[in-house]
């Protein structure tokens, strides 16, 4: 069976972008063939990435503004209605990654873009099937954090200078998009913990977690539980779901590493090196003040990640009520949890003796985290490697040691 | 779980809601605040119907209204790529506004807008550039160009001024981008011609406003974020080649330091990360970049490279810091600019020279080898042929880091003596090759920045005068200096030896002079053979290279001359002069080739040393110098006088020394000296004359025992001794009794002349000794000339200064009766009676017989006054008289010694003790018939084969003249009896 592509060929460059993705839908629904993928990656290579040139059969290199137009379209066609099942299986196969593939950067990059958006333009569909692309993607993943990347650049430097509406499309995310939502959180907030690499953290903008924090704590007419839409979300349009990642793990991770932050800033300072974290520093500093307003409160990064910590706890809480629309099991992996505790007590082993506070408040936050989901019986699975991991902490604190005589009593 | 840990966890989550509170509505704020401060820009927006809080909507609509407009106006370029029209920036006007806006507004759409702005203001830059290349002279108006390129200036200035981190490398590469470009399109029209200077192509540049904006941006961004902006210039500047030249040296000049610092930085980032193999482009650029600003900034540059060496000096071991000597090496390989390596070298020295500093370095090297360079051997040649590129000040300061390295010090390996002595070799070798490969040329020096380093010549190769309290100094020889006076091995040395010749020969005359007279200036320890050494090489060079040359200036009496100009002060020149005495020994000794060459050059030279005799401190190291001289041989005439003014000085000065060492063998080489110089009659003449007339002068009479002037030089109260003050008329030509030779004789009105016998007179012992002394040096000058004619010299002298009257001087003695000369007689006998030295100077007169024919007069004077001073004696006794008596049997023995009195009269001086005035009288009386009737005139005697003078055989005396005599031998027969055979056997 052969597809018809005259029709296509005539078309000039912005149409032929909405004609291909028309095209494209439709193989997408024919019975698979031998043939077939090979027209896809025809028809997407060269009349929904590239722009033709009506008068050389030479590919010709887009520029930013013919990129910026293939986005716009491919915005418009996946913005409206439609059945969310073909969009979805549309957008991966539109985005779908591969190391190998020379023109996978190029896709991510329109990818990015095309969020950006979306997010601008609170286009929810092309969220949605964002979402789902990340999910299936594994918001831990490489690829999730790249196309996620350019948001942080894009929306989440909050100095006053910025367009107001920049905020208000964050704000009106969770409402709107909330599985893309606890997505974005996980992914970015892997882009700075780091679970599972062995790396410590690194220190993420202050913008992006009291933003992180502000959707997570949930306002009215928000849905309460933001950060398990992932487990309750059944994704349309996908055969082989994988398994879902709530943003826990990295945000834990986050939020028990934050009191060494400032120390580890110290430090960089007086070596003289500070570069970019000092920069940093000195931003946040600015926009609190600012915002803060006529009241002049100056906040610690230490309260915010308080309020973090808050919010992981009430999400945890949380889990039983709604463990019944679970579509898995597993709420935390306790191979990130392990993954955690070890780099607790890396940077335990490291530290100073005028840092014993901050590693006594990193202990508090992970012993009452860990507590808590195994109240909530969120950990599932072989627990012996994070037990062991445990053990090696100092029990001098009286949380781990109430954790470690937990397990003993059980 | 058990209870109390709930309980636990609900107190301290209450704790957080507490302590949180604030920091949840600060937060709140930050994604919540609907309030925030709209900034004053979009009120230009208004204008085009946006809202404040650009709504999906909006932002989607003008997006739409972007992009068709933008396409279009890019295809349209495209396929309209000649249509050069300005008439299109009207249209272009609302474009770019939406761009504007969407470049604040809507993050995705940021690189296409900056797309459509490059755009827009390339065609403003193009119809810009054509209005100027129109030469029409009137320029269009800038009008619209101003309105769009300050429009993007002012938006994405204030984005910047907000929120650097997320602008600043969006908008710094951009700018850079879109400059690089335009500079390379327009690099020709710029300016309108081709050999622009980098100001005018800057002034160009700014001129035309898209440009001026977007410098201006890459300014700021480059104050926001120097590293990413820096790396953006860099890489720019590497791709669009000198064309963006123009840019660095913008910002270059606005942030000297961190341009600098940045650029390099990023090139040892570079340089480290790809092992020593960096992109060919980027050391390139590194480097145009700092040779622009080497002009100006200079301190900065040389302030970051050398931070960058400091920095593996205090402990930092990464990767980079032990990449970067090898990377300042590189960079200096790679440099064309002169400055940039004066920079890198100026002060290398002082940074490099505490010991455990090289040390560390030396440790280091193992970690370059096999990753920045191919092997030892290749490091070495790069440091060999940067050796010779460096010039100016640095070149002595690299040579004397060399020197210490070469240095075995305990701290460093052994290795690095080798290694350190391989690159001297290896900088001599490349320097001779030099040399040769251009022997031919026409050029009179050879350019080689290390050389004329080394001499002292600028950068350029001018000369700079490097001069050091009002004296010229050659560097390298202070650096022979600095070395000789510590401990060095002997390869150190010798590769010093290489390169001092190398710079002497081939720096030209100057360089020559005041490096070997610096060389000769250096005070040494008496042990160091290698300053010798040094300084013999230096002179086989010079005249090696003379001979080579066929010049008629010798380069080395030229420098000798340099060397011993007495502006330069006493003990210096002290030095110089013991440098040469030992030179001189040494390779007379050793029968070097350059003896004599050396004395011809000192030859040439004789007045300065003339001049430098009579400096009291370098008085007997130039006599020494000069009494190894062969001044036998025929020498201008105005050497000879003024070297015999010079020593005779310094003749007289020894004699005043009171250490008879040192006396006596300053008088022994005046005599070398005198007596060499003797060999020309003008000179015999000269000497005797300035002896002679010497002795007679109150200051120095004394010293041969004239009692009158005992005390005349204690007359100048100031404790000098004139002739300290008269030295400065040495080496004048003096003619005698003219202005010349008159002395400076001591203030007037001093006070009152002491009383006398302050001090005693001398002992009679010193007064012979001086006496002799002076006698063998008239003997010994008389005697350089064979045929007698120093005596006769003396004996006119004589003559002259103590006869005071021109009439009657001649041989024939008169009858006795005429006493028209009484007067005069008895003026020269009491002139003999004051200088007894006239005495000494008769008889070494009469010692040659016939010269004492021209003292005819004195002696007959003397005869003729005694006779009429023993004729009034009343006395009984001789005896009782004794200076005349002594002065009687003077004259007679004088007499008797000339062979004026021959046959029996030769008795009479051993007669004179034992008689009576009244047989005196007798006696003087018929020497005086005899004298009278025998004329005493030189053809009465003839020159023996001995060189001696003998008188002509006389017929036998006439009774008459001895008749009386022996009667008086008669009377007196108890005392000269014995005498009376004489008178016998001549008959």
């Not at chain 1, 439609?82 to 985005?95: K, M, V, Y």
């Amino acid at each position: 069976m052969s597809v018809d592509l005259s029709e296509l060929k005539r078309s000039d460059f912005p149409s032929c972008v909405r004609q291909g993705l028309h095209k494209l839908e439709e193989v997408l629904l024919m019975p698979s063939t031998p043939h077939l993928h090979d027209t896809q990656q025809h028809i997407m290579d060269q009349y929904v990435f590239c722009c033709r040139d009506p008068n050389s059969p030479k590919i010709r290199a887009m520029g930013p503004v013919e990129e910026l137009v293939v986005v716009r379209e491919l915005g418009r066609y996946l913005g409206r209605a439609g059945d969310a099942a073909s969009r979805n299986s549309l957008f991966i196969t539109l985005f779908h990654p591969s190391g190998h593939d020379p023109r996978t950067q190029h896709k991510l990059r329109t990818l990015a873009t095309l969020i950006s958006l979306a997010v601008a333009t609170h286009n929810v569909s092309v969220l949605e099937a964002t979402a789902v692309w990340m999910q299936q993607m594994c918001c831990l993943s490489w690829w999730s954090g790249e196309v996620c990347r350019g948001l942080v650049q894009d929306y989440f430097q909050l100095t006053p200078a910025a367009p107001p509406h920049f905020a208000a499309a964050l704000r009106a995310l969770p409402s709107k998009a909330p599985l893309f939502t606890a997505n974005l959180i996980t992914t970015l907030s892997q882009l700075y913990a780091k679970v599972g690499s062995g790396e410590p953290c690194e220190h993420p903008p202050e913008s992006l977690v009291s933003t992180i924090v502000w959707w997570l704590r949930g306002a009215p007419g928000l849905p309460p539980h933001l950060a398990l839409t992932p487990l309750t979300n059944s994704l349309p349009g996908v055969s082989l779901p994988m398994t879902a990642v709530p943003p826990i793990a990295p945000l834990m991770k986050l939020c028990v590493e934050a009191p060494f932050f400032e120390h580890q800033e110290n430090n960089l300072t007086e070596m003289g090196i500070a570069g970019v974290g000092g920069r940093r520093l000195s931003t946040t500093k600015l926009t609190l003040e600012i915002d803060g307003g006529h009241e002049k409160i100056e906040t610690s990064s230490t309260d915010l990640y308080s309020e973090l910590h808050l919010s992981i706890l009430q999400t945890l809480q949380n889990v039983p009520s709604v463990r019944a629309h679970m579509t898995q099991k597993q709420v935390l992996c306790p191979k990130h949890v392990t993954s955690v505790v070890d780099a607790v007590s890396e940077r335990l082993q490291g530290s100073r003796p005028e840092q014993e506070e901050a590693g006594n408040l990193a202990l508090d936050r992970l012993a009452q985290i860990i507590l808590v989901a195994l109240h909530t019986e969120s950990l599932s699975g072989s627990l012996s490697d994070m037990w062991d991991s445990l053990h090696r902490l100092p029990r001098k604190n009286r949380l781990i040691s109430t954790l470690l005589s937990s397990r003993e009593a059980r | 779980m058990d209870s109390s840990i709930l309980h636990m966890m609900q107190v301290s989550q209450e704790k957080l809601f507490h302590t949180d509170c604030r920091a949840v509505y600060v937060v709140s704020m930050v994604v919540t605040g609907a309030t925030m401060v709209e900034p004053g820009h979009s009120t230009n927006m208004d204008g085009a119907g946006m809202g404040r809080g650009a709504s999906p909507t909006t932002l989607l609509a003008e997006l739409d209204r972007f992009l068709g407009l933008a396409v279009s106006a890019i295809s349209e370029k495209r396929s309209h790529s000649s249509r050069r029209d300005g008439s299109g920036d009207g249209e272009d006007q609302p474009t770019v506004e939406t761009a504007l806006f969407l470049l604040r507004n809507l993050p995705p759409a940021r690189p296409a807008a900056l797309a459509f702005l490059a755009h827009t203001l390339s065609r403003q830059v193009s119809s810009h550039m054509r209005g100027y290349s129109g030469g029409d002279g009137c320029r269009k108006s800038d009008g619209p160009d101003e309105g769009v390129s300050g429009q993007v200036e002012a938006l994405l200035g204030e984005v910047l001024e907000s929120a650097p981190s997320v602008w600043g490398p969006l908008v710094g590469q951009w700018a850079v981008d879109q400059l690089g470009r335009w500079s390379v399109e327009w690099a020709s029209t710029v300016v309108g011609r081709g050999d622009a200077t980098l100001e005018e192509v800057v002034a160009g540049w700014l001129s035309c406003s898209p440009a001026r904006a977007l410098a201006s941006l890459t300014v700021v961004c480059v104050a926001h974020d120097p590293d990413t902006a820096v790396a953006a210039l860099l890489d720019a500047s590497a791709a669009s080649g000198p064309a963006l030249d123009w840019l660095v040296a913008h910002v270059g000049c606005s942030f000297p330091a961190t341009v600098i610092g940045r650029v390099l930085g990023l090139g040892l980032r570079g340089f480290a990360a790809c092992h020593g193999r960096p992109p060919e482009h980027q050391l390139a650029s590194v480097n145009k970049i700092l040779s622009h600003l080497a002009d100006r900034h200079l301190p900065d540059i040389r302030r970051s490279l050398h931070a960058i060496l400091v920095r593996t000096f205090e402990g930092a071991s990464d990767a980079e810091a032990q990449a970067s000597v090898p990377f300042l090496l590189c960079l200096a390989v790679t440099s064309r600019s002169r400055a940039v390596l004066a920079a890198l070298t100026s002060g290398l020295d002082t940074l490099l020279s505490p010991s455990d500093r090289l040390a560390a370095l030396a440790n280091q090297v193992s970690w370059w080898v096999p990753r920045y360079f191919g092997s030892h051997g290749q490091l070495q040649e790069m440091v060999v042929h940067l050796v010779l590129d460096t010039g100016g000040s640095s070149a002595p300061s690299i040579l004397r880091l060399l020197m210490q390295g070469a240095a075995p010090t305990p701290k460093l390996p052994v290795a690095v003596a080798v290694a350190v002595n391989n690159i001297l070799q290896g900088v001599v070798g490349e320097i001779c090759m030099v040399t040769y490969m251009r022997r031919n040329s026409s050029a009179s020096r050879i350019l080689i920045p290390f050389l004329v380093g080394l001499r002292g010549g600028g950068l350029d190769g001018s000369d700079v005068g490097v001069a050091v309290g009002g004296r010229a100094v050659s560097p390298i020889a202070g650096l022979v200096e600095e070395t000789l006076a510590t401990p060095s091995n002997q390869a150190v040395i010798s590769h010093l030896k290489q390169l001092v010749t190398l710079v002497v020969v081939q720096q030209g005359p100057a360089t020559a002079a005041t490096t070997l007279g610096h060389l000769l200036h250096c005070s040494t320890h008496e042990a160091t053979a290698g300053h010798h050494q040094i300084l013999t090489s230096v002179i086989t060079a010079l005249t090696v290279h003379q001979a080579g040359r066929c010049s008629g200036e010798s380069p080395l009496a030229g420098a000798l001359a340099g060397a011993l100009q007495p502006q330069a002060g006493s003990s210096i020149i002290l030095t110089a002069l013991k440098s040469l005495d030992t030179l001189l020994s040494q390779s007379q000794q050793e029968c070097l080739h350059i003896y004599s060459n050396l004395t011809n050059a000192l030859l040439t030279n004789v007045p300065l040393l003339a001049e430098l005799i009579n400096d009291p401190v370098l008085g007997t190291a130039s006599v020494t110098i000069l009494s190894q001289l062969p001044l036998k041989k025929p020498i201008p005439v105005g050497h000879v006088l003024c070297l015999s003014h010079a020593v005779i000085f310094y003749f007289f000065s020894s004699l005043h020394e009171t250490n008879t060492i040192s006396k006596v063998s300053g008088v022994g080489k005046c005599q070398l000296v005198l007596s060499h110089l003797s060999h020309s009659s003008l000179g015999l003449n000269l000497i005797i004359r300035l002896l002679v007339e010497g002795v007679f002068r109150p200051e120095c009479a004394y010293l041969f025992g004239a009692e009158k002037y005992a005390t005349f030089n204690f007359k100048d109260v100031s404790g000098e001794m004139l002739i300290k003050a008269n030295r400065q008329f040495n080496s004048w030509v003096k003619v005698p009794q003219s202005h010349t030779s008159i002395f400076h004789m001591g203030i007037i009105g001093s006070g009152r002349n002491p009383q006398g016998n302050q001090t005693a007179m001398l002992s009679p012992d010193t007064i012979k000794l001086h006496t002799q002394l002076l006698l063998n040096t008239l003997s010994v000058c008389c005697a350089a000339q064979t045929n007698g004619e120093g005596a006769s010299t003396v004996a006119l002298l004589l003559v002259e200064l103590i006869s005071p009257d021109i009439m009657f001087n001649g041989f024939p003695w008169p009858e006795e009766y005429i006493k028209f000369t009484f007067e005069r007689d008895l003026a020269i006998k009491k002139t003999f009676e004051e200088f007894p030295v006239a005495w000494a100077l008769l008889e070494l007169v009469a010692t040659h017989r016939a010269a004492l024919s021209y003292c005819s007069v004195l002696v007959r004077a003397l005869a003729a006054s005694l006779t009429a001073f023993w004729n009034t004696c009343p006395l009984t006794s001789a005896q009782q008289v004794p200076d005349a008596l002594q002065a009687t049997q003077r004259l007679l023995e004088v007499m008797v010694t000339a062979q004026f009195l021959p046959g029996p009269l030769r008795v009479l001086p051993q007669m004179v003790e034992a008689m009576a005035p009244f047989e005196l009288v007798c006696i003087l009386q018929d020497v005086w018939v005899y004298m009278r009737d025998h004329t005493p005139s030189p053809d009465r005697w003839c020159e023996l084969p001995s060189g001696f003078h003998q008188r002509l055989p006389d017929p036998p005396m006439a009774t008459g003249y001895t008749e009386r005599i022996q009667r008086i031998i008669q009377s007196n027969v108890a005392t000269i009896g014995h005498l009376m055979s004489f008178m016998i056997n001549s008959k």
